[in-house]
């Protein structure tokens, strides 16, 4: 059982979190409403995240396979959408169709093109987000800025698949300056691809920005921030 102090906690960081996603939408002259707060609730238990679902949550992002289904199939999201955040391989693209109302982290021709297949079989369209990997980083997945434009135009020629945006990571870093180049470059390819003028490729989410830069995110034109542990507490493993 969750404790008392534990859902005061939550209560009190989200609310926290909004105030600091509403202040860093202002000072970018945007509309706090505008921007989507998604609880990347990975290793939490289905009662946390029933808990978290009763609170100012948009959705909820899942980072594994295994704790998507667990999750959604015990209706731990009270009817909010969840969306698969993380690494995604090949052989369980099955169990997150239907599951996942948004897949964010398509960030290979291989990944697009098993989903393109399964999706076809299900009779479905799943909406997607490209990954980018805009710090270059071994360990991290997603294309480059340059193998973008490939991957975009290969999404583009499915049909059972819809772009709606660009997912990202960029690399940790202490400084504030080099972590907002990070992210302005990513709005950057946002933009330029939403000017490609493709008829089934809609640019409208921005996902970038976790729990310690997502004011900067914010400021730099995310649409949707995911965030972990400034909601739930430190990662128990």
């Given at each position: ?20 996603m509403a ?11 505008d ?27 899942e ?50 093109t ?93 996902s ?30």
């Amino acid at each position: 059982m969750l404790t008392q102090e534990q859902l005061t906690m939550m209560a009190e960081n989200v609310a926290r979190i909004r105030e600091n996603m509403a202040a860093a939408a202002r000072e970018a002259g945007r509309d706090p409403a505008d921007i989507l707060l998604c609880a990347a609730c990975k290793t939490r238990t289905v009662e946390e995240v029933i808990a978290s679902a009763a609170l100012p949550i948009d959705l909820f992002g899942e980072n594994h396979v295994q704790e998507l289904c667990a999750n959604f199939d015990a209706g731990a999201y009270c009817g909010k959408p969840s969306h698969f955040i993380g690494h995604l391989q090949t052989n369980k693209i099955k169990k997150v169709l239907g599951r996942a109302s948004l897949i964010q982290s398509v960030g290979s021709e291989h990944l697009l093109t098993a989903i393109e297949k399964e999706a076809a079989k299900a009779g479905i369209v799943q909406n997607v987000l490209l990954e980018v990997n805009i710090g270059g980083e071994e360990s991290k997945s997603g294309v480059s800025p340059e193998a973008l434009w490939p991957l975009l135009d290969a999404a583009a020629a499915q049909e059972h698949i819809r772009v709606k945006g660009l997912m990202a990571i960029p690399p940790v870093n202490d400084d504030d300056a080099q972590n907002r180049r990070y992210l302005a470059a990513v709005h950057d390819l946002f933009v330029k691809a939403g000017e490609r003028g493709y008829s089934n490729v809609e640019m409208q989410t921005l996902s970038m920005g976790m729990s310690g830069d997502y004011e900067n995110a914010i400021r730099e034109g995310a649409t949707l921030v995911r965030i972990g542990t400034a909601i739930y507490g430190e990662r128990d493993y």
